[in-house]
């Protein structure tokens, strides 16, 4: 009964690092997405992707990649990571429906120093 | 740009009394707005979702809103705060297309419940 899991759930990079976020789900969804959480802000769409082998650039999509391998799994990462882009960051998942509920892990904190 | 205002960003209620979260939407032919919870280090919850049904929306843990096209608002009631509603909700505004099932957050309200 896991739903969505991402690993690693806490990571300090320094300037310039790269690093990726792993996510997990195993509720055969076609759908998932890349979220980061700044205060005040709520959360604003990375990248997301409609099926296996498609991703595409959501709200804030710069200084990040997406790949979509398997439909389960969809990796996030930093190719040289910047101190703008400590926040946390969330995967979610949904079914290919009009229903609009996003199932979410449960967050990674990434510190950039 | 489509968009959701959450009106405060942090709400303090003591345990037992009503809690009161305001969110306001920008004008849509047919929005379809959700309120999601967060609580510490956790994922985010659905808690309830207006899709153009009863304007009157129930969701789990004791919560409804309300939406009220006059006023452009969908605002998340609780008649008594309990302890564990202390967490940050977020006023989520959905679309669906090419993206799939697309959803813009507002600034989110944090709660705190006095014992």
């Known amino acids: 009964n896991a739903g969505v899991t991402q690993t690693p759930k806490f990571r300090v990079l320094k300037t310039g690092q790269s690093m990726t976020l792993l996510c997990a789900q195993d509720m055969n969804h076609e759908y998932m997405y890349w979220y980061r959480q700044d205060p005040g802000m709520g959360l604003r769409l990375i990248h997301y992707s409609v099926g296996e082998g498609t991703t595409a650039k959501g709200e804030v999509p710069d200084g990040y990649n997406v790949s979509r391998l398997k439909k389960q799994n969809f990796l996030l990462g930093l190719e040289s990571a910047a101190p703008s882009q400590t926040s946390v960051y969330f995967c979610?998942?949904?079914?290919?429906?009009?229903?609009?509920?996003?199932?979410f892990g449960e967050g990674s904190r990434l510190t950039v120093l | 740009a489509q968009s959701v205002t959450q009106l405060d960003s942090h709400v303090s209620v003591s345990e037992g009394t009503p809690v009161l979260l305001r969110c306001n939407y920008s004008s849509s032919y047919s929005p379809s707005l959700f309120w999601y919870v967060q609580h510490p280090n956790k994922g985010l919850q659905l808690l309830l979702k207006y899709t153009s049904a009863a304007t009157l929306v129930k969701g789990i843990n004791g919560f409804e809103a309300e939406f009220k096209k006059s006023e452009t608002s969908f605002h998340l009631t609780k008649p008594s705060a309990h302890m564990s509603d202390a967490a940050e909700y977020f006023c989520?505004?959905?679309?669906?297309?090419?993206?799939?099932?697309?959803?813009?957050f507002g600034g989110g309200t944090r709660v705190l419940v006095k014992p």
């Open positions: 989520v505004r959905h679309t669906y297309g090419a993206a799939g099932n697309k959803l813009t």
């Open positions: 979610a998942s949904s079914l290919r429906t009009v229903t609009g509920e996003l199932f």
